[in-house]
């Protein structure tokens, strides 16, 4: 089973960037699928991007599209997420997950088995 750390979280002013990392412990890193989630308070959990075991592939939900960048480099065991222009609205707890492979890569939060524990995003003035 993995273990994975996120970190980079913060306060940040609207129209601000932060820099998400993952990173993750095992030496088959390279074969996992990694999307990353958030969950704001008082809402479900939603899927934000994710990135294929190679980084060839990639989605992004259309709330974040032209925004966010998804990017993994794997001699670091590590993904990141790139957030410009932030907004109010992406306020929340963002959450790494992983899966073996990448068949049927998407946002169906209970096909991801390994998570880390979240960091903290907040956007506001």
């Known amino acids: 089973q993995l273990q994975l750390v996120e970190s980079g979280g913060g306060l940040v002013q609207p129209g601000g960037s932060l820099r998400l990392s993952c990173a993750a412990s095992g030496s088959t890193w390279s074969s996992y699928a990694v999307a990353w989630f958030r969950q704001a308070p008082g809402k479900e959990r939603e899927g934000v991007s994710y990135?294929?075991?190679?980084?060839?592939?990639?989605h992004y939900a259309d709330s974040v599209k032209g925004r966010f960048t998804i990017s993994r480099d794997n001699a670091k065991n590590t993904v990141y997420l790139q957030m410009n222009s932030l907004k109010p609205e992406d306020t929340a707890v963002y959450y790494c997950?992983?899966?073996?492979?990448?068949?049927?890569?998407?946002?169906?939060?209970?096909?991801?088995?390994?998570w880390g524990q979240g960091t903290q995003v907040a956007v506001s003035s």
């Open positions: 997950a992983a899966k073996l492979g990448s068949a049927l890569l998407g946002f169906k939060s209970n096909e991801y088995p390994d």
């Open positions: 990135i294929s075991p190679g980084g060839g592939s990639s």
